[in-house]
């Protein structure tokens, strides 16, 4: 549900939730019934596919995913607490544990700044081709609005 909040609608299909949480399409119509059935959400028929459709929270299931975001907020807390140069070594040590397992196909690829297209690695260290930014620590993204897979 907090997918559907955050999400732009052409992302927001039973298509998209399956490749993101390695699911399947199967799993995640089930799950998107109950979540009609309870008048959390609706399907509303694409514009452009007459076979697709986009997922809706209605207002009680945008309340439970508002209040369900904040699941993490304890960690949240516990790194903000941290100096900044020793968040952006955890963030670094997090993606490449994440770049690992994509490598070892555990998880699907996700869109951050290994897996990128725009990904550079020179002399000055790792840049971002397309948004001109080294990517150092801080700077690394996940889920980057410029993502574009490799290859």
């Known amino acids: ?5 955050h999400y732009p609608e052409e992302q927001r299909t039973v298509t998209s939730l399956a490749l993101y949480f390695n699911m399947t399409k199967a799993t995640i119509s089930d799950a998107v019934k109950s979540l009609e059935q ?4 609706v399907r509303k028929p694409s514009q452009t596919d007459t076979r697709s459709h986009s997922l809706h929270l209605l207002k009680e299931g945008r309340a439970i995913a508002k209040k369900v ?3 993490a907020a304890p960690m949240q807390e516990a790194v903000a607490a941290s100096p900044a140069k020793e968040q952006g070594v955890l963030l670094e040590q997090l993606m490449q544990l994440i770049y690992q397992l994509n490598q070892q196909e555990v998880i699907t690829h996700q869109p951050m700044c290994f897996n990128c297209e725009h990904y ?3 002399k000055k260290g790792p840049y971002c081709e397309e948004l001109g930014i080294s990517l150092k620590q801080g700077n690394l993204r996940v889920d980057c609005p410029v993502f574009e897979a490799k290859g």
Do not use: Q, R, V
């Not at 549900?1 to 909040?5: A, S, Y």
């Open 38 to 41: 309870k008048n959390y959400l």
């Open 120 to 122: 550079a690695s020179g």
């Open 69 to 71: 975001e904040h699941f």
């Open 1 to 5: 549900m907090t997918f559907l909040l």
